[in-house]
């Protein structure tokens, strides 16, 4: 059992790339996430989908657009980036957006923008 | 707004000392609470999680945290600290606000000296 995969580990860019950072689960959740991780700011929510073609923002969406098209997939696309969003980025899932369990993490994507 | 406060961004503590990390949340309606400890190149794991149960809850690695809704805490403790406890470890909050969202304190990372 996979858990939450994300590729890739590492990424550098340039700014004014785009790119996509993938995230598949095989656990069959519908509840979907993608964070980011900053130095003595915790986890920040960028978008959220409750399931399959349902996404939402979350508290920093700027510069970053979601989709949903399966259950197992939810990958997260930088549009043109810029050095502000270089972090660490972590997918994660639960069972439903009302569930009681705990979310399911990736081990991160370490995003540097040059 | 929901907040979540971990007092102290870094704590240190000797090998068999009580390991306590401190988090107070802000909410209005009662909250599910979470503590995820996260190793140095990975993501974060479930440590314990209060759902409404019993007010005192047990995790893993010998750990447990204490619900005290008249404080708004929900402070993570260890009675004796072990070297494989240094890492970074995070309090979430997850709220009913229109959506079940999950807010993360800022992290407090834990030295452990010999």
């Known amino acids: 059992n996979a858990g939450v995969t994300q590729t890739p580990k590492f990424q550098v860019l340039k700014t004014g790339q785009s790119m996509t950072l993938q995230c598949a689960q095989d656990?069959?959740?519908?509840?979907m996430s993608w964070y980011r991780q900053d130095p003595g700011m915790g986890l920040r929510l960028i978008h959220y989908?409750?399931?399959?073609?349902?996404?939402d923002q979350g508290e920093v969406p700027n510069g970053y657009n979601v989709s949903r098209s399966t259950t197992e997939d939810f990958p997260l696309r930088l549009l043109s980036a810029a050095p502000s969003q270089t972090s660490v980025y972590f997918c994660?899932?639960?069972?439903?957006?009302?569930?009681?369990?705990?979310?399911?993490f990736g081990d991160g994507t370490r995003l540097s923008i040059l | 707004a929901q907040s979540v406060t971990q007092l102290g961004s870094h704590v240190s503590v000797s090998e068999g000392a009580l390991v306590l990390l401190r988090c107070n949340y802000s909410s209005s309606v009662p909250p599910y609470l979470f503590w995820y400890v996260q190793y140095p190149n990975q993501g974060l794991q479930l440590l314990l999680k209060?759902?409404?149960?019993?007010?005192l809850v047990k995790g893993i690695n010998g750990f447990e945290a204490e619900f005290k809704k008249s404080e708004t805490s929900f402070h993570l403790t260890k009675p004796s600290a072990h070297m494989s406890d240094a890492a970074e470890y995070f309090c979430a909050v997850r709220i009913n606000t229109g959506g079940f969202k999950t807010i993360f304190g800022a992290g407090t990372r834990l030295f452990v000296k010999a």
């Open positions: 656990m069959n959740h519908e509840y």
């Open positions: 209060y759902t409404s149960a019993a007010t």
């Open positions: 994660a899932s639960r069972p439903g957006q009302d569930s009681k369990q705990p979310q399911h």
């Open positions: 989908s409750v399931g399959a073609g349902i996404t």
